[in-house]
Each structure stands twice: as C-alpha cells, then as structure tokens.
C-alpha cells in the first residue's frame, strides 16, 4: 500500500467531514477560553473558516486574521459571513506574516498534530501576541483514539491498509500540550479535554460522510475490502428509535497567557 499525505483541496468536503466536528469542539474550547471582546486573533491553519466563523460568531473580535498553506481552503473560507472583520491569507504556522507582540491572541484548531515542528509553531504563535496575551489550541486526541472516524480507522487497519496521518499526531497529547506551551514560556498553562457528540440522519448519512473523509484511501482497495468496513461500521454503530448514529470524538486542548 502507498503513503498517503493528507491534502486539504476541498473546502466543500471539508466543511462536511471536519468542520462540523471542528464547531462543536470549537464552541465548547471558546467557551472556556472566555475571551474579552475587541481582540485581534491569528487563526493559524485556519482552514476552509470553520472555526474562525465561531470567533466572529461568539468572541466579537475587532479583527481575525486566517492562515492557512491551503489556497483551495481559504476561497471556501472567503465566502463565509464573517461580516469584514476576517482576512484570510496563505502561510504557515513556521512564519507566522505578523511582527512580534502585534496580536491578542493566536489560536491553533485540530492543526498542532499538522505542523512538522510543534514547538516552532507555538513559538510562532507566542512570537506574535503581546506580553498577557492569550496562545491556546485544541486538537483531536490522535494517539488516545479520539479521532472522529476513529472506528474506520481501527477496521481499515484490521484489514492491513495504512491509514494517512498528520506528521505529530503525539504533539496531541495533554503531557505534551503542556510541554510545548511551558517550553516556549507561556503562563498560566491550563489544559481541559473536550467530548463532542455528531448526530447523522441515519446510516447512510454517517457512511457518505465517511466515503468522502477516506475517499483517497478507499480508492486504494479492493470494493469488497470498503464493503466489509461499511458492514462492520454499521454493526458498530446502532442506530436509535429514529434511525439516528450519534458518534463520538474527544479532543485536548490547552491555554496560557504571554509572559
Ligand atoms: C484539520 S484542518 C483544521 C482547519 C480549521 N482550523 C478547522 O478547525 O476546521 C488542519 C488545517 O491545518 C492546515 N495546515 C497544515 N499544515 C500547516 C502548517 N504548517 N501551517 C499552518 N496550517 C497548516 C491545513 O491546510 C488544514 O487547513
């Protein structure tokens, strides 16, 4: 079986698979982080805008800045309602486009695991927000088989197929979360794990949901392998007295203050 990268082309596809899953941790992760109104924020890896739509949407930033490598996401993010206070633009989370202390806040969603170096990455984030401002993140628990999808997963690799993955999944991790943040001296270091529940309308919502998030690596396989991973998934996932598949998934997340 060939490596797979994960490539993110699809704003669309995205929104579908992930960014559902992104606003239900998101609303949960802003809530705690209880940010004070009229803030400048960086998004870092911002994506197709799902998350950042919720800073608009609950924190009323006086400005959110996207950052994403991906241009295919950001025309899906361009397009959201975020009412002029958003600009969305390529980069990436190594070199942050900002001078140093010139921000409130820098917030990482489902991307730390993304980025190659982590503790680069958060150095960036705390390079660019002002001394007492807030650097926080939150992130799917990889190696604590918190992924959405995580049951796909499990029978993709029952069967042997090798499942793409972000290059530091463990960088999820809370002991490391709180590792990367004090290592690049951020104060004040708190840490919460979030469960979030996804109801799809029925099975085959949950499936065509689940074909378009693993679609590269379906393509790999034999149609009768997909098969018994679509029969095993709906064994896994019962469904309640209305035809519904709830599913869970549980992310990590972590804030602290500049010093
Ligand atoms: C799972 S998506 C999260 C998108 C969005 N934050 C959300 O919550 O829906 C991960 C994002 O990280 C971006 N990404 C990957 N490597 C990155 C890097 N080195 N710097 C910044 N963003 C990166 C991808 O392009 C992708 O949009």
């Not at 993140?137 to 499942?163: Q, S």
């Amino acid at each position: 079986m060939t490596e797979q990268k994960i490539h993110f082309d699809d704003g669309a596809a995205y929104e579908r698979v992930m960014g559902v899953w992104s606003r239900l941790a998101g609303a949960t992760f802003l809530d705690w982080l209880a940010p004070a109104r009229d803030l400048s924020w960086v998004d870092v890896g911002c994506g197709n805008g799902a998350f950042t739509e919720l800073i608009v949407e609950r924190c009323g930033p006086v400005r959110v800045h996207g950052i994403d490598p991906s241009e295919a996401q950001l025309v899906f993010a361009r397009q959201r309602n975020t009412s002029g206070v958003v600009d969305f633009q390529t980069g990436d989370a190594l070199a942050l486009p900002f001078t140093d202390s010139s921000l409130d806040a820098a917030i990482m969603a489902l991307v730390i695991f993304f980025v190659p170096e982590p503790a680069k990455g958060v150095a960036e984030m705390v390079r660019v927000v002002k001394p007492g401002g807030l650097v926080a993140a939150y992130a799917w628990d990889i190696p604590g088989a918190g992924l959405p999808y995580e049951l796909i997963v499990t029978e993709l690799r029952a069967l042997g197929v090798t499942v793409p993955m972000p290059p530091s999944p463990s960088a999820s991790l809370l002991p490391n979360l709180r590792q990367l943040w004090t290592g690049a001296g951020v104060d004040a270091v708190e840490l919460l794990e979030i469960t979030v529940q996804r109801t799809f309308a029925d099975f085959e919502d949950f499936w065509d949901t689940t074909q378009l998030a693993f679609s590269k690596t379906f393509a790999t396989m034999v149609p009768h392998d997909v098969d018994l991973v679509k029969a095993k998934a709906r064994t896994g996932l019962p469904p309640d007295d209305d035809g519904r598949i709830t599913y869970s998934a549980r992310a990590n997340a972590i804030k602290g203050r500049v010093r």
